[in-house]
């Protein structure tokens, strides 16, 4: 599916800028629908997908995980059976994932809600979400995304707002589906890498294995992983070589804190892998006496105040 077919379905924003194009479907958990350069050779008009685009079926029935990229919020990652408490508040959060029978809840709230367009222009389009407090989340808060595109690449601010009478905890993030074509390269800085059980739950830090091999560069058919990161340099690069896709071509993803933490979820053999940029790790709640903060990330945010966070994909493409 092209951008162009899903840009002329309803509800859907388009922006433009340069030969880069941003399709978003507000209505579908505020996720990015394409991300796509589009350019002519001679009299052909040809697409490129910065990331796995939305699928038909994805945007028909709404399911963010069928999307190029939806918002984590008030949390990343997995709460251990939806059970935590903080500063006399219990969450009970229920099961949410829709294609799996697990009792952790993942991803938080935003990525199933629909998002209200605050207002949009050729190049800039700006997305909100109000949310009521809730056995599942006993605080209120509200959310705001900023998509900017330039020729340059595409920007994302996001913000997290305390409207409860209480300090709420929080995480923010992005989920990013990246296009795993043969040959696809991945460098990305990082201090230790959590191991995971077989519920994807965290059981212990370790500086080896991928994250040597990260730093220095990677060939992601030779990983298979779903793990979250500590100590990111906030910085990654993807390469992909020429192919019948296009020319060879790159993307550096950047970001601001607090997304100090990336996930990879690179699952050996699919066409697809995430490169997550997040503010805090898989069930921190739950592994706060356990280990330092530094390990962990999350933050508080006090009554009526804000987090914020951005992050950045800038693509490049060999010239001849």
């Known amino acids: 599916m092209t951008a162009r077919d899903i840009s002329s379905a309803d509800g859907l924003l388009e922006l433009a800028a340069g030969e880069l194009r941003l399709v978003l479907a507000p209505a579908v958990g505020g996720s990015i629908a394409s991300f796509t350069r589009r350019w002519r050779e001679g009299t052909r008009e040809r697409e490129l997908h910065w990331l796995r685009p939305a699928s038909a079926d994805g945007l028909a029935t709404r399911n963010p995980l069928a999307m190029a990229s939806f918002p984590l919020l008030p949390f990343c990652n997995r709460i251990r059976d939806g059970r935590a408490s903080f500063e006399g508040r219990h969450i009970r959060f229920p099961p949410n994932h829709p294609a ?18 605050e207002s949009a222009s050729g190049t800039q389009a700006v997305l909100q979400l109000r949310m009521e407090a809730s056995e599942a989340w006993p605080w209120a808060f509200s959310a705001r995304q900023v998509f900017s595109l330039a020729p340059a690449g595409l920007t994302v601010e996001m913000t997290l707002a305390n409207d409860d009478d209480a300090t709420m905890p929080a995480g923010i993030g992005h989920h990013p589906y990246f296009p795993h074509h043969p040959g696809t390269r991945m460098t990305s800085p990082t201090r230790a890498m959590w191991q995971a059980d077989a519920e994807v739950l965290p059981t212990g830090l370790d500086s080896g294995g991928a994250v040597p091999l990260l730093r220095e560069g990677a060939e992601l058919a030779a990983l298979d992983l ?51 940029p997040v503010s805090q790790c898989t069930d921190w709640l739950n592994l706060a006496g356990e280990y330092e903060a530094q390990a962990l990330g999350g933050t508080r945010i006090a009554p009526k105040e804000s987090l914020g966070a951005s992050f950045c994909l800038r693509p490049a493409v060999a010239r001849p």
């Open 100 to 117: 799996e029978d697990s009792p952790h809840p993942l991803h938080g709230i935003g990525w199933q809600r629909p998002w209200t367009v």
């Open 226 to 276: 779903d793990n979250n990161f500590i100590g990111w340099e906030r910085r990654t690069r993807i390469d992909w070589p020429a192919d019948a896709e296009g020319p060879a071509r790159s993307l550096l993803m950047e970001a601001a804190p607090p997304l100090d933490y990336f996930v990879l979820y690179c699952p050996r053999g699919y066409p697809f892998f995430c490169a997550e």
